[in-house]
């Protein structure tokens, strides 16, 4: 393994993803989607407490007290931890299920719509708007991540091969002149999981390749860095000074032999990127 690399967690997630930290309990939750899973990784003692729930989770938000909000297969729903159940908010009809989401800055809960075949302009974003799922910015081809600039007037969207920028009003939840920000190339990897640090650069997980970029906020491609197993799906800010990065990864579709040439697949990864981030705001729902 790189010595950049911590190795935190190694339970062979299918496909982990939407790590969350918590900064007032020192842990944090992300989610097994193909196994609906909801895992709670302990900084402190390093433990990983697995919750099954009834349905699959993609993508999620907390609200200050600790109250979970998700993006399950097909809508919103909040999280009950202490039975592991789900409680639904509001179905989404667009797309075949709920791919990634975060919250934005004003604390409202965004999540993407995808389509089983990538179908184009069959998936979207939406924001929960009280208990109703309003459109966000449509238009997609495969929605992956979500994450905004420090000062909140830009959203970043990865759609397949494409991560999208959009001037953002936060006061109205609106985005608009949407354009393409950069294109993966195949020999890259997959674009998936996205994060933004104190200086408006932009982090994404490229699975396939291991590579994890840094972007400047005007495209280019500052730092690439190469995780331990091919397959990293998503990433997030952590620690007490927001100064550590938490990365998901996936193993389905691997067999025997392919685990033994990538044995952190499905692991849960840390390690110190020499910057500070950001977090998603607390989600303002109840």
Do not use: K
């Not at 062979?12 to 020192?26: D, F, K, T």
């Not at 075949?96 to 989401?101: A, C, F, L, T, V």
């Not at 000062?151 to 494409?162: E, K, L, S």
């Amino acid at each position: 393994m790189s010595d950049e690399f911590e190795l935190l967690v190694n339970r062979q997630a299918l496909h982990g993803s939407s790590p969350l930290w918590m900064p007032a309990l020192n842990c944090v939750y992300w989610v097994d989607l193909l196994r609906r899973e909801l895992h709670t990784y302990h900084r402190d003692s390093g433990a990983d407490e697995v919750d099954v729930l009834p349905a699959a989770v993609t993508a999620l938000g907390a609200s200050r007290n600790g109250q979970l909000i998700a993006a399950t297969e097909h809508g919103f729903a909040r999280v009950h931890l202490g039975r592991a159940a789900l409680e639904p908010v509001v179905q989404v009809h667009n797309g075949d299920r709920m791919s990634g989401g975060t919250c934005d800055p004003a604390g409202r809960f965004v999540a993407g719509t995808t389509t089983h075949v990538d179908e184009p302009q069959g998936s979207a974003f939406y924001v929960l708007d009280g208990n109703r799922a309003r459109l966000l910015a449509r238009g997609f081809t495969a929605t992956r991540g979500i994450a905004w600039s420090p000062d909140g007037g830009r959203m970043y969207a990865v759609d397949a091969r494409v991560i999208r920028v959009y001037d953002y009003d936060p006061d109205r939840a609106r985005a608009v002149a949407g354009r393409q920000w950069v294109l993966v190339g195949e020999s890259e990897g997959s674009p998936e999981g996205i994060a933004v640090d104190a200086d408006g650069c932009v982090w994404v997980a490229m699975q396939w390749t291991g590579r994890i970029h840094r972007y400047a906020p005007g495209g280019e491609l500052e730092t690439v860095l190469w995780a331990p197993t091919r397959r990293v799906t998503s990433l997030a800010f952590g620690g007490a000074r927001l100064e550590e990065m938490y990365v998901t990864s996936a193993c389905f579709g691997y067999d025997e032999q392919s685990m033994l040439t990538d044995p952190y697949a499905g692991a849960l990864l840390r390690f110190r990127p020499g910057v500070t981030g950001t977090t998603p705001p607390p989600w303002r729902g109840i």
